[in-house]
Structures are given as structure tokens and as C-alpha cells.
């Protein structure tokens, strides 16, 4: 099993709709979850961090944690095209307790909002 | 505040040389890690630098080597340069601490090896 594996995509939603993109993972990376977008030709960028089970709210965007189930997800509300962009989930494995700077990637998900 | 930078934004080498990309986090920020992102493969951790030690590093062969200095910049070093190793090459700052708020990248180095 890949250490962050996400759903294939990709997604294309209508403007105004909500995107749903998922997120599994392996026990090795198993304490800090983070959802980055990333615009072609551009670098990532911090949408959301989770860090425990349940849901994290920010705006348009929902991050959601299961540790027993070993997913987490992304919900972004009232999309918009300008939302479209590849979406990379990354998972943290911690050591100690101390932070070790080493995010494993899924392939990311590639997400267009269409008007 | 500034962000984090990197330089050059682009770099074409030929094979067998070698390459040194530089990376300045935001202020305040200990901890510098490494990534390389292509097509084929995503993104994969290269190294994580926090004062000035090494900490932890990735499947990489050691043509691939980094270090940071006293006032946090770090630098990544390529040699002997593959046609492989074109990618874009992104650094990433944090805090470093035991809390962790969440890694923020550079706009990264495009490496091109012909």
C-alpha cells in the first residue's frame, strides 16, 4: 500500500457545486495531514492542516479526519472556477513528537469547476 | 511578511555538471526541507535541514546533498548531473518545533539538464 494514495480523479464539478476530494493513508504516515493546491506552472500552496479526527472548517473548504478508517478528505463548497487546480494531499510522519520535515505526497487530484 | 525564496527560478545545465539551488525561509523559520516534483513521480522528499543539521533525507542517490546555515538558508546541491534529474526542485519552511503549523513553499527552481 502507498504511504498517501488519493482518488484517481479527475474531478470536474459544475460552478456553485461541491468538490470531494479524498485522501487514504498508511501507518507510517499517521499524525499531520495537510491539503496543498497547486496552479499549473505554480508551487504549493497550504489550504488546510488536520490534525485530529473530525472536521476542520475554513471558509468554502472542510477537511475531515477518520484515523480508525485511515482517511481524510477535502470538501469545497460553492466552487468556482477559478478552484480549479491539482489538490495534494500529504501526511506527516512524526518522530518522537518532534517534526522531521518529511511530507509523503499523494499523486494529487486534478479538480476543474466548470461554469 | 516575505515568503520564502528561491533562486535561480531557472537553471539549464548539461549533463555531468553540477548544479547548487538556494533557499531562504521566512523569517523565524528553523526548518528547510526539499522536494522534487515531476510528472512521473510527484512530489518526493529530498532532505529536511533544522539548525544546521540534517535530520532527516530521502531515497535519493548521494549526488543529491544539501546544508543549511546559521541564519537558516540553505543550499542543495546536484553533481554530476543526469538527464533525469530535470524537475522542479521546491524548498519548504517551517517553524520546525514540536508543534507543527504546516510547511510553505518556495516558487521553486525548474532544473533543466539537456
Known amino acids: 500500500q502507498k504511504e498517501v494514495e488519493q482518488n484517481s480523479g479527475p474531478l470536474s464539478v459544475p460552478e456553485g457545486a461541491i468538490a470531494s476530494l479524498n485522501c487514504t493513508y498508511s501507518?507510517?504516515?499517521?499524525?499531520?495531514f495537510f491539503w496543498y493546491r497547486q496552479y499549473s506552472g505554480k508551487s504549493p500552496e497550504l489550504i488546510m492542516s488536520?490534525?485530529?479526527?473530525g472536521d476542520k472548517e475554513d471558509g468554502r473548504f472542510t477537511a475531515q479526519l477518520n484515523k480508525a478508517s485511515q482517511y481524510v478528505s477535502l470538501l469545497i463548497r460553492d466552487s468556482q472556477p477559478s478552484d480549479s487546480a491539482t489538490y495534494l494531499c500529504?501526511?506527516?510522519?512524526?518522530?518522537?513528537?518532534?517534526?522531521?520535515?518529511?511530507?509523503?505526497f499523494g499523486q494529487g487530484t486534478i479538480l476543474t469547476v466548470h461554469p | 511578511k516575505a515568503g520564502v525564496t528561491q533562486t535561480p527560478r531557472y537553471l539549464i545545465k548539461t549533463r555531468g555538471q553540477q548544479v547548487t539551488l538556494s533557499c531562504s525561509p521566512i523569517s523565524g523559520h528553523r526548518s528547510v526541507s526539499w522536494y522534487q516534483q515531476t510528472p512521473g513521480q510527484g512530489l518526493q522528499f529530498l532532505f529536511e535541514y533544522f539548525s544546521e543539521t540534517q535530520r532527516n533525507k530521502g531515497n535519493f542517490p548521494g549526488r543529491f546533498s544539501g546544508r543549511q546555515f546559521s541564519n537558516s538558508r540553505s543550499e542543495m546541491n546536484v553533481s554530476t548531473l543526469e538527464l533525469g534529474d530535470s524537475a522542479l526542485y521546491l524548498c519548504?519552511?517551517?517553524?520546525?518545533?514540536?508543534?507543527?503549523?504546516?510547511?510553505?513553499f518556495g516558487s521553486g527552481t525548474r532544473l533543466t539538464v539537456v
Open positions: 500529504a501526511g506527516e510522519q512524526n518522530a518522537g513528537g518532534t517534526s522531521y520535515g518529511k511530507l509523503t
Open positions: 519548504a519552511s517551517s517553524r520546525g518545533g514540536q508543534t507543527n503549523y504546516g510547511y510553505t
Open positions: 488536520i490534525y485530529s479526527n
Open positions: 501507518d507510517r504516515v499517521s499524525q499531520s
